[in-house]
């Protein structure tokens, strides 16, 4: 006679019929059942950006099947996805509203990892994954902004490879490996439309599944104390809370928040299309978008150009290597006193250019 597979606490049905085949229980109660600190407060930014990528993976799949990825084609595409195809300005709006949001969470989520010092020891590689999905991201933006090919697509991009132009040494190879000559033709958006929808997702993909396995077995950062060494998982006088379904039923919370702020923006502000993009005529303001507004309106402003471009490349530099160099274990804000200051300076001084450069 053949075992009944539902007997004792194991789930029948089909979940029992799932498990007896796969043992995925154990995985999903490792992912699930863990304790957070009481006084952990990730103000919900990595998990929203986590529900941004993911509202940018369903979105741009959606997209994809109406796109045509040639200059004679594309805008054509985006034309008719807009105003024939049904629901196709939602998605579409969704799609840039989503993109801005995610830059904008992923930065903020930065900031607040780095004020409560949960970049500390042992959380050192935990940031420096994070660092490299904040360039994927802003990756994510310079590539997918050429795609419409309308007249703002086409010179935002100049300007972005304009500016990889600049950098020293590797400057020249560098603009030309990303435009796949040297003009902005059908071979550069062949090269962003494979790396936006291709590259980007699968590195993304890979990068985050990393982060969010060191989170995992790191358990989340307590603001106040400073981590022990080496880590102790469990603290015996460490008040805890499940992070299922507590912290879980939180988080989903803001999720909802956020799809009805992308829906209420879209509708609002749907996403444009300019004139056909022209290589000839040169619009009266070209800018690219907010997210690189601050470190073009630098260029403008350092005279010296070669200045303007290493200032941003050894801020990221030193943004990836920062934990490897702030070594204390301090985690208050009140107690670090320059570290906290200077980040508060910057972020200032990074605002001011980016309102400058919008207004300018
Ligand atoms: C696509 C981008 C990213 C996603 C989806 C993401 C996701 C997450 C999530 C879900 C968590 C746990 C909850 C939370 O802290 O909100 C987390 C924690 C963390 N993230 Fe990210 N993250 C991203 C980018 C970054 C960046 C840019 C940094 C910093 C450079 C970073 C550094 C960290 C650190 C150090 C932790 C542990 C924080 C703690 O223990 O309190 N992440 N991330």
Redesign the pocket.
């Known amino acids: 006679m053949a075992a009944t597979p539902s007997t004792g606490n194991k789930p029948g049905g089909v979940i029992g019929w799932i498990e007896e085949r796969s043992g995925i229980s154990a995985v999903v109660n490792a992912g699930l059942h863990v304790r957070i600190p009481m006084s952990?407060?990730?103000?919900?930014?990595?998990?929203?950006?986590?529900f941004?990528?993911m509202i940018q993976a369903v979105t741009g799949t959606l997209l994809s099947l109406y796109y045509k990825g040639t200059p004679e084609a594309a805008y054509k595409s985006v034309q008719y996805l807009t105003s024939d195809v049904s629901f196709g300005w939602l998605i579409r709006s969704i799609h840039h509203w989503g993109a801005n949001l995610?830059i904008l969470?992923?930065?903020l989520?930065?900031l607040?990892?780095?004020f409560?010092g949960?970049?500390k020891f042992p959380?050192?590689l935990?940031?420096?994954?994070?660092?490299?999905?904040?360039m994927?991201?802003l990756g994510f933006g310079f590539t997918g902004y050429l795609l419409p090919w309308d007249q703002r697509a086409y010179w935002a991009t100049v300007v972005g490879t304009d500016i990889a132009g600049g950098v020293p040494v590797v400057g020249e190879t560098l603009r030309l490996l990303l435009l796949g000559g040297s003009d902005i033709t059908g071979d550069t958006m062949s090269r962003f439309f494979g790396i936006h929808v291709l590259v980007l997702p699968l590195a993304?993909a890979g990068?985050?599944a990393v982060?969010?396995i060191?989170?995992h077995q790191?358990?989340?950062?307590?603001?106040k104390k400073m981590s022990p060494r080496p880590p102790a998982k469990n603290d015996p006088n460490e008040p805890l809370r499940p992070f299922f379904p507590h912290y879980v039923i939180d988080?989903m919370v803001a999720w909802y928040i956020i799809l009805a702020v992308l829906v209420v923006l879209s509708s609002i502000w749907p996403a444009g299309l300019e004139e056909p993009a022209n290589p000839i005529l040169t619009p009266m303001h070209v800018k690219p978008e907010w997210y690189y507004l601050a470190v073009y309106q630098l260029l403008k402003l350092i005279p010296i150009k070669i200045i303007g471009i290493l200032t941003p490349i050894i801020g990221i530099g030193l943004?990836?290597i920062w934990p490897f160099l702030d070594r204390s274990p301090e985690v208050l804000m009140r107690r670090r006193k320059f570290a906290v200051g200077g980040a508060t300076l910057i972020v200032i001084a990074m605002i001011g250019l980016t309102v400058y450069g919008y207004v300018s």
Do not use: D
């Open positions: 952990a407060n990730t103000m919900y930014f990595g998990g929203i950006a986590l941004l990528f995610m969470f992923v930065a989520h930065l607040r990892v780095f409560q949960a970049f959380r050192e935990t940031w420096v994954f994070g660092c490299l999905l904040f994927v991201t993304l990068l985050l982060h969010l060191l989170v790191l358990g989340l950062a307590n603001p988080e943004l990836v």
